[in-house]
């Protein structure tokens, strides 16, 4: 019993010293100094300066999607009939394709496909998706359909590691 009492006597006093005493963890190296120069790639620049444009082109519509998506949902849901929910979504659809309709047809087919994934961004839904829950299955086969012809998917979702350019133009611009 009085080992047991002379080793926690001894733990104690070395636990209450080692806090006492600061230990310094960090260790600084001095590196040699060096020059990095990246070669600028031209086709990049050109590239990233059209993705930028795109970006703040689209960037736009996808925000109001999601702001519209939010406000469409909350509204949704205190609606008492599917009729009453059905004359709301038609109101709402009339009113963005008449706001819209004429800017988003002269977007070209890199900044729809840009629109597409933005809007699965601010909504969290890809497009396919909200098409098929609001409009109907057949509505969105044929969108679907249409998009593939230009080369793109209404079912193309926001990726925020492979789409980190798209992210950090977004942080950029101070839009988020």
């Known amino acids: 019993m009085k080992n047991v009492a002379l080793l926690f006597s001894l733990l104690f006093v070395l636990l209450a010293k080692a806090q006492q005493q600061p230990i310094d963890t960090l260790k600084t190296v001095d590196l040699p100094q060096f020059i990095a120069e990246a070669k600028r790639d031209p086709e990049y620049e ?67 496909k840009l629109l597409i994934k933005l809007i699965h961004r601010e909504t969290g839904k890809d497009t396919y998706t909200l098409l098929k829950t609001y409009r109907g299955n057949l509505t969105a086969i044929y969108w679907q359909s249409l998009a593939l012809v230009f080369t793109s998917d209404l079912k193309n979702e926001y990726n925020p590691v492979e789409d980190w350019q798209i992210e950090k133009i977004i942080k950029d611009l101070g839009v988020e």
């Open 46 to 112: 050109k590239r990233y300066q059209k993705l930028i444009r795109d970006v703040k082109r689209v960037l736009p519509y996808a925000k109001v999607a999601g702001f519209r998506f939010q406000l469409m949902e909350q509204n949704l849901q205190m609606l008492p009939t599917e009729k009453a929910r059905k004359a709301y979504l038609k109101r709402t659809e009339d009113a963005i394709e008449e706001l819209f309709m004429d800017d988003l047809v002269n977007l070209t087919v890199t900044q729809g």
